[in-house]
């Protein structure tokens, strides 16, 4: 059966990174892109970007360009989503979705991010 | 970027009722629109694609209907397991947005 499996909760202070992993199994990691995307407390979700598994090539949202990177090893079918100088505004559940024409049909369990001094 | 609007905020209904809830896109976003159902402590989950099209698994009283800027989903008849937050998607253009969701409670 199809699984993500994040890693766990992670508090950051302010001005730092965070880097998230995702960990696919139970399908063919290279016929889906994985995306991340983020839900701050009691808000709507919010796309941050995607990466093609075969060649790498990202697709990111502009409200995170210059400050998110995302990346993947083929070998252990792991998904990472790094966000650099992180604000309180960062301070959410950030999931890694797999999608099938755009459309996210299996998602992570979630990774909680706050930032606090 | 394409604003994807939902009313109402919060729904009010027992179970039984039927509901129907309204996604609305700032632009022609053609049939590519999506719904997703999330319950507290949970990820969402695709309920329905392309407007119209049920997701693997997920019940006929789940139905999508719309095109252009106006979309609806519909409960026929909610289960106590149907109370939770949903949310509408659009993929249209980039970036990939969802609307602020609707809550039945």
């Known amino acids: 059966q199809v699984q993500l499996v994040q890693s766990g909760a992670e508090v950051k202070k302010p001005g730092a990174s965070v880097k998230v992993s995702c960990e696919a199994s139970?399908?063919?990691?290279?016929?889906?892109?994985m995306n991340w995307v983020r839900q701050a407390p009691g808000q709507g979700l919010e796309w941050m970007g995607r990466i093609n598994p075969i060649s790498g090539g990202t697709n990111y949202a502009q409200n995170f360009q210059g400050r998110v990177t995302m990346t993947r090893d083929s070998s252990t079918g792991t998904a990472y989503m790094e966000l650099s100088r992180l604000t309180y505004d960062d301070t959410a559940v950030y999931y890694c979705?797999?999608?099938?024409?755009?459309?996210?049909?299996?998602w992570g369990q979630g990774t909680l991010v706050t930032v606090s001094s | 970027e394409i604003v994807l609007t939902q009313s109402p905020a919060t729904l009010s209904l027992s179970p039984g009722e039927r509901a129907t809830l309204s996604c609305r896109a700032s632009q022609n976003v053609r049939s590519y629109l999506g719904w997703y159902q999330q319950k507290p402590g949970q990820a969402p989950r695709l309920l329905i694609y392309d407007a119209s099209n049920r997701a693997t698994g997920i019940p006929a009283r789940f139905s999508g209907s719309g095109s252009g800027t106006d979309f609806t989903l519909t409960i026929s008849s909610l289960e106590p397991e149907d109370f939770a937050v949903y949310s509408c998607q659009q993929r249209l253009n980039w970036p990939l947005t969802f609307g602020g969701g609707t809550k039945v409670e």
């Open positions: 979705a797999r999608s099938h024409d755009n459309w996210f049909d299996f």
């Open positions: 139970g399908y063919i990691i290279n016929d889906y892109y």
